[in-house]
Every structure is written in structure tokens, then in C-alpha cells.
């Protein structure tokens, strides 16, 4: 079953229907449809709010099964906090509004501190994590601060290089935990961050 497939479980489960699901999102009113032919599927900022409306978590709609089990709100929270921790290590102030922009990042980083807990102890499973431990090596991190940066402590912050790093390690290893509408959101929150980051680095020189 699809994440789609998922939507439109919830949705005939609960009587809603698809103007009312649109409306309440303030999305497109086709958007239900063009999900049903495929055209498009939901992204990442609304995949969260669509969890929050039918009280479900993120990891239902996208996995099957509740992992996490966090909220819309734990998840801004998550991401406030680490808006506000990488501000005070790049001594800048941050918008509030980059939290959607950034929330691919997160999505990341929690499919890489759920990945110990998923593998199996099947012998391919345990190659494919060998594999991810030796590029967290190479990267010089740890699982440790997959946590941290997942929990919100960006203090140091993670480098565009690293995330871009674990998100060709998620495509080119077909990781299937995730919607490949979701992997879309990922990349473009990696770029929009990667750019961020610089110009903070250039605001903060010039500002010395």
C-alpha cells in the first residue's frame, strides 16, 4: 500500500472528502485527484499535515506502521529547536518560516536514526548496514550525532556534504521506507540548507 493508498484510507475512514481534506490543508483542490492518477504525490510539509488532521503519525502514512509516532507539532518543535541552536552557533538570527523549506532534512536524518532499529539480522541487511557505518566513518560522524541533529541540537551544525552524503546512500541503496515524493522534498531541502548555510557563513564574516 502506498502512502496515496494510505490518504485515501483515512480519508473513507473518517467521511472526508476531498474538498474538505483540500480546504483544510489549504492546498490545491485537484490535489486529491492528481494523487489518485499519480500525477503527483503529496510532499513533504503535507504529508505532516495530513498525519496531524487524522491524528496519525508520519511514519504510519509513509512506512505502515507507527514508529515514532510523532506529531505535526513535535516535528516543528524539533525543527525550531534546531533552527535556534544552528542561529546561536552561526551567531545570526533565523526566520520561523524555514521551517517547511527545511523539514526534508529532517525527514532525513529520521530515516538514519530509525536505520539501526529497522535491519534485520538477514545477511544482506547486515552488509547494507556495514556499508552505512563505514560512510559514517568516512564522514567522520557518528550515530550519535544523527540523534542530535535529528533531536533538534545543531551546535555544530551538519554539513550540506554529510546530508547530501546519507541522502545518495538512501537513493542509491533503494532504501523503500519512504514515499520517492518524500526523497524529492529531501534533496530539495538539502540544496535549499546547503545554500543557506553559506550565506550565513558570508553574513557572519562580513558582519565581523
Known sequence: MSVVDRILSLMERDGVSGTALTNALEISSSSVSEWKKGKIKPSADVIVKIANYFNVSTDYLLLGKESSGRSYTEITANLSKGLDSMGAHLDISLDKDMLVRLEGTWHLLRVFYEFPKAVTTSDSERQLFARYC????????????????YTGNYAPAPSPFALSKLANFYESENLDWF??????????????????????????????
Do not use: C, H, P
Open 179 to 208: 514515499d520517492r515524493g518524500i526523497f524529492t522534498e529531501i534533496k530539495r531541502a538539502i540544496v535549499f540548507y546547503g545554500a543557506f548555510i553559506e550565506l550565513a557563513k558570508k553574513e557572519k564574516a562580513v558582519s565581523k
Open 134 to 149: 563505514n560512510m559514517l566513518t568516512q564522514l567522520d560522524i557518528t550515530q550519535d550525532d544523527i540523534a542530535r541533529w
